[in-house]
């Protein structure tokens, strides 16, 4: 039975009926033939083009029709900062793994092509460092991307979601957690958000220390509101962004002068995450009770859920990014799986339910 079941989903060559195309736009012929070898050695990818500029690869996209594409940023003529949106309308479910010596250089490239919708980042190799390490990683994550594109194709594949009902009470407080691709879904759904939407909120994103200063500014220029990355004993103020540290948990706790502040935890967590979305919404739950509202985009892995269900039993509510829209289905798939998520909606669509539930009795 094993062997038939290969049969089937092998063509003539042994490579797979149904593998992941993969666009490369390199404007390096080094860079595109490297790319190309790489791809063609595995039997589930295959080179839909290689093009050596993001124009050429606008005018073949829907002829290439590829499920990853492999882009660098820094090129002649429309750059591919410039073109990640383009990508996108025209491409969609595409996933753009973004392989630039830019994001080397600082993390304001790398947060800028994922704040336009790249799914992820990866630095190009240095001189002689295209090593078995490097190989196997970049091909993780295009395996990786090219699953989650060709899922989202596929939405009957999807299972239906058991949602849990939302609390009757207004939110006193907005909790975030997110991973790869949240970057990007956290400024539309910030981007969206009224300004009656006066609450403290809180997000926890998985990203380095050092990206952390320009992730705060992006998102000030998102939201249009204060930012600040998370410290010991800050309060925590309406209207306010706090972001968690890139080595330590966000958490908050009552003062003894009846004030919400923040505490700074460096200890693991059940997800393996530092900083980890679990240990911020389980707090958060302890605190404001009923009150709290926990929010999960798009990331891998299931950080998120177990604070999640502590949202939930303390009468609080859970929304979670839908899989159309996220780069990763991983995290907040795995709360609207365990029927903790009041609703699965678009980021923007989760801003409108936001505001709707200030107005709740």
Known sequence: MGAAHKIAVRDRTGRDADPIRVLVVD??????????????????????????????????????????????????GIGGLDAIPQFIELAAPVRILVVSSLTVRGAEHTLAALSLGAADTL????????????????????????????RARLKSALPEQNLHPAAKVAPHLLAIGASTGGIHALAQLLGALTDRVNLPILITQHLPGSFMEPFVRQLRTASGRSAAVAQQGMA?????????????????????????????????????????????????AD?????????????????????????????GTIFA?????????????????????????????????????????
């Open 287 to 315: 605190v404001y009770g009923p009150h709290t509202m926990g929010i999960v985009l798009s990331g891998m892995g299931r950080d998120g859920v177990d604070g999640a269900a502590r949202i939930v039993a303390s009468g």
């Open 321 to 361: 990014q839908d899989a159309a829209t996220s780069a990763v289905w991983g995290m907040p798939g795995a709360v609207a799986s365990a029927g903790l998520a009041a609703a699965v909606l678009p980021p923007d669509q989760i801003a409108a339910r936001i505001a709707v539930a200030m107005s709740a009795a």
């Open 27 to 76: 404007d390096s012929p080094t860079v595109r033939a490297v790319f190309a070898r790489l791809i063609g050695e595995e039997q589930d990818l295959v080179l839909a083009a290689a093009e050596d500029s993001a124009e050429h690869a606008l005018t073949n996209l829907l002829q290439s029709a590829p499920d990853v594409i492999l882009l660098d940023l820094d090129m002649p």
């Open 123 to 150: 630095a190009k190799p240095r001189p002689g460092k295209f090593d078995l390490e490097y190989r196997a990683t970049l091909l993780r994550k295009i395996r990786l991307l090219g699953r989650v594109a060709k």
């Open 236 to 284: 925590v103020l309406p209207g306010q962004i706090v972001v968690a540290p890139g080595d330590a948990h966000l958490t908050v706790a009552a003062s003894l002068r009846g004030t919400t502040i923040v505490r700074l935890e460096h200890g693991p967590s059940a997800s393996g995450c530092r900083p980890s979305v679990d240990p911020m919404f389980a707090s958060c």
